[in-house]
């Protein structure tokens, strides 16, 4: 399965801890972004893990931060890793509020683990995760044809109804011979039985 919120916090070379949004760590992340942006929401697809150190944000102000995180959820960013120790030695409470308040998921990054870190690991997840795909697929190839080869079970291959001898039934409506036929002046025998319009046949076989 894809990389989660609940994978990176208990990846144990990373020490992330959850600050707010415990009961929503099972999303999937599509991607980790670093954006000091005070709107990155322009730039965002949705599914990222979005990595920031508040650079250009005044954490502080809860109508500012409750503005922030709610365009943030709304663009669909699964979650806020907060870098501690570089421009706020903890996170403030008013970002931890205001992403309780919108169910953000909201995580403390210790100064000792780069975000680098922690893209490395999303991406190794998200490799791993496809590398199993397309081997679970080839798994499956493998044991098809050996099914075949082996005249494996029943149903292995598809049934196909048996071929018909006969050849195909036109079903078209027949027209009725031109007076010309019935009575003998035309091109056909005298009294011609009636011709398919379809495929301009003779008369149907009887059924």
Not at 40 to 56: F, N, S
Not at 92 to 106: C, R, S, T
Request: overall charge positive; proline content about 11%.
């Amino acid at each position: 399965m894809p990389p989660t919120l609940a994978s990176l916090v208990h990846h144990s070379a990373l020490k992330l801890t959850v600050r707010a949004g415990e009961d929503r760590l099972d999303v999937p992340v599509r991607w980790a972004h670093v954006s000091e942006l005070a709107d990155p929401v322009p730039y965002m697809e949705g599914g990222e893990l979005l990595l920031v150190t508040a650079l250009k944000l005044d954490a502080e102000d809860p109508e500012a931060m409750r503005r922030y995180v709610r365009r943030l959820a709304g663009a669909g960013v699964v979650g806020l890793g907060f870098a501690v120790g570089v421009n706020y030695e903890e996170i403030p409470k008013a970002l931890v509020d205001a992403a309780e308040e919108e169910g953000l998921p909201l995580l403390e990054v210790p100064r000792r683990t780069p975000f680098l870190a922690i893209s490395k690991a999303v991406s190794a997840a998200i490799a791993a995760d496809q590398y199993r795909a397309v081997t679970a697929g080839f798994a499956a190839q493998r044991e098809l044809t050996r099914q075949a080869q082996t005249g494996g079970p029943e149903g292995c291959w598809p049934r196909w109804p048996p071929r018909s001898t006969a050849g195909p039934r036109c079903t078209t409506p027949r027209v009725p011979s031109s007076p010309r036929h019935r009575n003998g002046r035309g091109g056909g025998p005298r009294g011609s039985p009636a011709t398919c319009s379809g495929c301009g046949t003779g008369p149907r076989p009887p059924r």
